[in-house]
């Protein structure tokens, strides 16, 4: 058994991405209807480690503001054939990178401690019950956890445990870092027991202990026909079931200042918690930006957002998800599939592939998705293999076949069209892990 820590509230350190790119694309996929996509997209571009230290600075002065790039007004035109299309091309000066310091000090040593964990020992589940494993970890030692560290398995049960998965994001001496491990129970009664920790980037693997040679681990009970003892989804009764898939592998909910996302303020947007919910406000006129989950791995699944955007909400202001997106070394995740509405009720879905923009499908309307401020809008997004679908309070809006990207992290993302201070209330996030 662990001791047992009194909670803090996390302040996770996340990958932070604002993503840098002015585009004008008149490409569509095979398949897919003719007719250029002339929507811009702008953003700026910082690597997520300069933004990690400038949130987490104390003592020390703020890094210099990174400027943005020029922006092109974003004005949704009138098709024209593709043959009429002349390409834009790219500026010939991107938006500045704050080039960080050195990751770590010479000969610093790797050291966590356990803060929380989710499942105690024991837990009773039932044969091949799905659920997840969350520890909170701080780091304790003298290195910078960078994005590329990771988590592995290193003995007994993995329980369909991903090893090794990276964490994706920057974590310096005095933070903590969320682990979500999403675990499938063994088919026969018994006990079982499987042991973790995670492995710097020149492949040395440490844990918990003064000389971080302890595990962490999760401990389970299977027993034939028993209920289990721990919920997934308690105190989630607001999310809906889509697809007969049944309870959720795992719930997100934001009734305290603890999230899985890094909470603060950078030049492009803000997290907060308010009132039970994450609230995300893009700070002025830009395209989409978005800050991924810590160590939220998923390759196949089905993942559902509750969206309710403030009082102002208008045209291609939008929200929307950022999966599968690959983790980089420098933290920079600029590549992954980005789903967006906006608050004239259309959808849109794109690629996004080391920075450069791929459409999938341009901006339609669907009656499905409740358009202006003040709404609510449930969007769902199933992942297995190649095949994609995307639901808008449970409708089909759209299924499309691409296999670029088979897994990754996850996470929100916001656009301001014309306004500064376009906010997005996030209530619950649920996924469901597809085996």
């Given at each position: 058994?662990?001791?047992?820590?009194?909670?803090?509230?996390?302040?996770?350190?996340?990958a932070?991405l604002?993503?840098?790119?002015?585009?004008?694309?008149?490409?569509?996929?095979?398949?897919?209807?003719a007719?250029?996509?002339?929507?811009?997209?702008?953003?700026?571009?910082?690597?997520?480690?300069?933004v990690?230290?400038?949130?987490?600075?104390?003592?020390?002065?703020?890094?210099?503001?990174?400027?943005?790039?020029?922006?092109?007004?974003?004005?949704?035109?009138?098709?024209?054939?593709?043959s009429?299309?002349?390409?834009?091309?790219?500026?010939?000066?991107?938006?500045?990178?704050?080039?960080?310091?050195?990751?770590?000090?010479?000969?610093?040593?790797?050291?966590?401690?356990?803060?929380?964990?989710?499942?105690?020992?024991?837990s009773?589940?039932g044969?091949?019950?799905?659920?997840?494993?969350?520890?909170?970890?701080?780091?304790?030692?003298?290195?910078?956890?960078n994005?590329?560290?990771?988590?592995?398995?290193i003995?007994?049960?993995?329980?369909?445990?991903?090893?090794?998965?990276p964490?994706?994001?920057?974590?310096?001496?005095?933070?903590t870092?969320?682990?979500?491990?999403?675990?499938?129970?063994?088919?026969?009664?018994?006990?079982?027991?499987?042991?973790?920790?995670?492995?710097?980037?020149?492949?040395?693997e440490?844990?918990?202990?003064?000389?971080?040679?302890?595990?962490f681990?999760?401990?389970?009970?299977?027993?034939?026909g028993?209920?289990?003892?721990?919920?997934?989804?308690?105190?989630?009764?607001?999310v809906?079931?889509?697809?007969?898939l049944?309870d959720?592998?795992?719930?997100?909910?934001?009734?305290?200042?603890?999230?899985?996302?890094?909470?603060?303020?950078?030049?492009?947007?803000?997290?907060?918690?308010?009132?039970?919910?994450?609230?995300i406000?893009?700070?002025?006129?830009?395209?989409?930006?978005?800050?991924?989950?810590?160590?939220?791995?998923?390759?196949?699944?089905?993942?559902q957002?509750?969206?309710?955007?403030?009082?102002?909400?208008n045209?291609?202001?939008?929200?929307?998800?950022?999966v599968?997106a690959p983790?980089?070394?420098d933290?920079?995740?600029?590549?992954?599939?980005?789903?967006?509405?906006?608050?004239?009720?259309?959808?849109?879905?794109?690629r996004?592939d080391?920075?450069?923009?791929?459409?999938?499908?341009?901006?339609?309307?669907?009656?499905?998705?409740?358009?202006?401020?003040?709404?609510?809008?449930?969007?769902?997004?199933?992942?297995?293999?190649?095949?994609?679908q995307?639901?808008?309070?449970n409708?089909?809006?759209y299924?499309?076949t691409?296999?670029?990207?088979s897994?990754?992290?996850?996470?929100?993302?916001?656009?301001?069209?014309?306004?500064?201070?376009?906010s997005?209330?996030?209530?619950?996030?649920?996924?469901?892990?597809?085996?």
């Amino acid at each position: 058994m662990r001791p047992h820590i009194n909670p803090k509230p996390l302040a996770s350190a996340l990958a932070t991405l604002l993503l840098a790119a002015i585009l004008l694309s008149a490409c569509n996929l095979p398949g897919k209807p003719a007719g250029p996509d002339l929507d811009t997209i702008v953003a700026q571009t910082k690597t997520a480690m300069a933004v990690n230290l400038f949130l987490t600075a104390t003592a020390q002065p703020a890094p210099t503001e990174v400027p943005p790039a020029t922006a092109i007004p974003t004005a949704e035109a009138t098709p024209v054939p593709p043959s009429e299309v002349q390409p834009t091309p790219a500026p010939t000066e991107a938006a500045t990178i704050v080039t960080p310091p050195a990751t770590s000090l010479p000969g610093c040593v790797n050291l966590a401690k356990l803060v929380e964990e989710t499942v105690p020992d024991l837990s009773i589940f039932g044969p091949n019950q799905e659920f997840i494993k969350t520890w909170t970890l701080r780091n304790v030692g003298t290195c910078v956890w960078n994005p590329a560290y990771s988590l592995v398995s290193i003995g007994g049960e993995r329980m369909s445990g991903t090893s090794p998965v990276p964490i994706g994001q920057t974590v310096p001496p005095g933070n903590t870092l969320q682990i979500f491990l999403p675990q499938t129970a063994p088919a026969n009664p018994g006990v079982f027991q499987g042991d973790w920790m995670l492995r710097s980037t020149d492949g040395v693997e440490f844990g918990l202990g003064s000389d971080a040679k302890t595990p962490f681990w999760v401990k389970i009970q299977v027993v034939q026909g028993a209920n289990p003892t721990v919920n997934p989804t308690a105190g989630s009764p607001s999310v809906s079931r889509p697809q007969n898939l049944g309870d959720p592998s795992w719930t997100v909910g934001f009734g305290s200042d603890r999230s899985p996302f890094f909470l603060g303020t950078d030049s492009g947007m803000n997290y907060n918690i308010a009132d039970g919910k994450l609230v995300i406000t893009a700070l002025k006129p830009t395209g989409d930006q978005w800050r991924v989950a810590q160590a939220s791995f998923l390759d196949n699944f089905y993942l559902q957002t509750i969206f309710m955007p403030g009082s102002i909400c208008n045209g291609k202001d939008g929200y929307g998800m950022l999966v599968r997106a690959p983790s980089k070394p420098d933290g920079n995740i600029n590549s992954g599939y980005v789903f967006s509405f906006s608050c004239d009720g259309k959808y849109r879905v794109y690629r996004m592939d080391n920075g450069n923009f791929n459409n999938i499908q341009n901006w339609t309307t669907n009656p499905a998705i409740h358009p202006g401020a003040n709404q609510t809008n449930v969007m769902g997004i199933s992942a297995v293999g190649a095949e994609f679908q995307f639901y808008a309070n449970n409708t089909l809006l759209y299924s499309f076949t691409d296999g670029t990207y088979s897994g990754g992290l996850y996470g929100l993302a916001i656009r301001a069209e014309s306004a500064a201070n376009f906010s997005v209330a996030v209530d619950e996030i649920a996924g469901w892990v597809i085996r």
